[in-house]
C-alpha cells in the first residue's frame, strides 16, 4: 500500500490521537476520497482511519470481532467526534497487501492463496457476528442506489454484460430471493484488504462491508479484484477451483453482479 510523507494531519484530533502522533513520522496512506487513512510509524506501526459521522462504527465493531478471532488487526480507539468525524486507530498487522510486487509476480499461487484463505473464512464460526443480516442491507442498499439512478458504469465499464440498469434490476429483483445468510462475509474481499507476511496469512482489514451473509459476495469480489489488479480473467476459475466448486452456484454469481453494478 502506498504511503506519503506528511507533515500533520490535516484536522483536530482528540487528544488521545493527538499524543500519541507527536514525534512520529506521518504517511497518507488512502485509497479512496472516501475515507482518509494514515499511517503511524511508531510503535511498530498504527493505521488511523478519518470517516465521517458514523460511517467507521460498523467497521470498528467487525474489525474487533474479526481480531478476537485472530483475523484482523486490534482496534485501539473508536469515537464519534463532535464536527461529524469518526476516527478508528488499529495496530498493524505484519507484511504487505496482495497488490505488493512480490504477490502480482505470483498470480497462479496468488490466485491459490486467496481462494483457499476465503474458503477458510467462510468456515470461521460466525457466532456473535455483531451483522447477522447482511444481505437483507445489502438488497436494501442496491434498491435504494437504483431508485436514485445510480448506475455508474465507471467502476464496471462493461456492467457484466447488463446492457441497462433495468436489465440488471430484472435480474436482480427475479433472483434476489436466492441470497442467503450463510457465512462470515469479508464484504469487500480485495487484494488490498488482504495482509500476507511472506507468503502466510497476517489479516484482513477495511471490514466495513462485512457480516453474516451469503458467500457470493465475496467470491464475487475475489474474482473481480484478480481480474482488474492482475489485468486479465485467466486466474478466475483458479480461483474458484481454490476456493471449491463444492459451494460455488454461478447463477447466484450473476445475481450478485447485479447488484453491484448499482453501488
Given at each position: 500500500?502506498?504511503?506519503?510523507?506528511i507533515?500533520?494531519?490535516?484536522?483536530?484530533?482528540?487528544?488521545?490521537?493527538?499524543?500519541?502522533?507527536?514525534?512520529?513520522d506521518?504517511?497518507?496512506?488512502?485509497?479512496?476520497?472516501?475515507?482518509?487513512?494514515?499511517?503511524?510509524?511508531?510503535?511498530?506501526?498504527?493505521?488511523?482511519?478519518?470517516?465521517?459521522?458514523?460511517?467507521?462504527?460498523?467497521?470498528?465493531?467487525?474489525?474487533?470481532?474479526?481480531?478476537?478471532?485472530?483475523?484482523?488487526?486490534?482496534?485501539?480507539?473508536?469515537?464519534?467526534?463532535?464536527?461529524?468525524?469518526?476516527?478508528?486507530?488499529?495496530?498493524?498487522?505484519?507484511?504487505e497487501?496482495?497488490?505488493?510486487?512480490?504477490?502480482l509476480?505470483?498470480?497462479?499461487?496468488?490466485?491459490?492463496?486467496v481462494?483457499?484463505l476465503?474458503?477458510?473464512?467462510?468456515?470461521?464460526?460466525?457466532?456473535?457476528?455483531?451483522?447477522?443480516?447482511?444481505?437483507?442491507?445489502?438488497?436494501?442498499?442496491?434498491?435504494?442506489?437504483?431508485?436514485?439512478?445510480?448506475?455508474?458504469?465507471?467502476?464496471?465499464?462493461?456492467?457484466?454484460?447488463?446492457?441497462?440498469?433495468?436489465?440488471?434490476?430484472?435480474?436482480?429483483?427475479?433472483?434476489?430471493?436466492?441470497?442467503?445468510?450463510?457465512?462470515?462475509?469479508?464484504?469487500?474481499?480485495?487484494?488490498?484488504?488482504?495482509?500476507?507476511?511472506?507468503?502466510?496469512?497476517?489479516?484482513f482489514?477495511?471490514?466495513?462491508?462485512?457480516?453474516?451473509?451469503d458467500?457470493?459476495?465475496?467470491?464475487?469480489?475475489?474474482?473481480?479484484?484478480?481480474?482488474f489488479?492482475l489485468?486479465?480473467?485467466?486466474?478466475?476459475?483458479?480461483?474458484?477451483?481454490?476456493?471449491?466448486?463444492?459451494?460455488?452456484?454461478?447463477?447466484?454469481?450473476k445475481i450478485?453482479?447485479?447488484?453491484?453494478?448499482?453501488?
Open positions: 500500500m502506498k504511503r506519503t510523507l507533515e500533520k494531519i490535516p484536522y483536530p484530533m482528540p487528544y488521545e490521537l493527538e499524543k500519541l502522533i507527536s514525534g512520529a506521518v504517511y497518507d496512506s488512502s485509497c479512496s476520497p472516501e475515507a482518509r487513512v494514515y499511517f503511524i510509524d511508531k510503535d511498530g506501526g498504527y493505521y488511523l482511519k478519518k470517516g465521517t459521522h458514523c460511517a467507521l462504527e460498523t467497521e470498528a465493531a467487525l474489525t474487533d470481532y474479526f481480531h478476537k478471532k485472530g483475523l484482523a488487526p486490534e482496534v485501539l480507539f473508536y469515537r464519534m467526534c463532535d464536527g461529524g468525524i469518526d476516527w478508528l486507530l488499529t495496530s498493524r498487522v505484519p507484511g497487501d496482495c497488490t505488493h510486487a512480490t504477490y509476480s505470483e498470480p497462479k499461487r496468488l490466485a491459490d492463496t481462494g483457499t476465503l474458503r477458510e473464512l467462510h468456515e470461521t464460526d460466525f457466532s456473535d457476528c455483531p451483522l447477522p443480516y447482511h444481505t437483507e442491507l445489502y438488497l436494501v442498499r442496491a434498491e435504494k442506489n437504483y431508485l436514485s439512478g445510480n448506475y455508474d458504469k465507471s467502476a464496471f465499464p462493461d456492467s457484466f454484460g447488463y446492457k441497462s440498469a433495468e436489465e440488471a434490476w430484472g435480474v436482480l429483483c427475479e433472483g434476489k430471493h436466492l441470497l442467503k445468510n450463510e457465512v462470515l462475509l469479508h464484504g469487500d474481499y480485495c487484494l488490498p484488504n488482504i495482509i500476507l507476511d511472506s507468503w502466510r496469512f497476517s489479516g482489514i477495511d471490514l466495513g462491508n462485512g457480516g453474516f451473509g458467500r457470493h459476495v465475496d467470491l464475487f469480489w475475489g474474482a473481480w479484484t484478480l481480474g489488479n489485468g486479465t480473467d485467466k486466474y478466475r476459475e483458479r480461483f474458484f477451483d481454490a476456493y471449491g466448486r463444492d459451494k460455488i452456484d454461478e447463477e447466484k454469481l450478485v453482479a447485479a447488484a453491484e453494478v448499482f453501488g
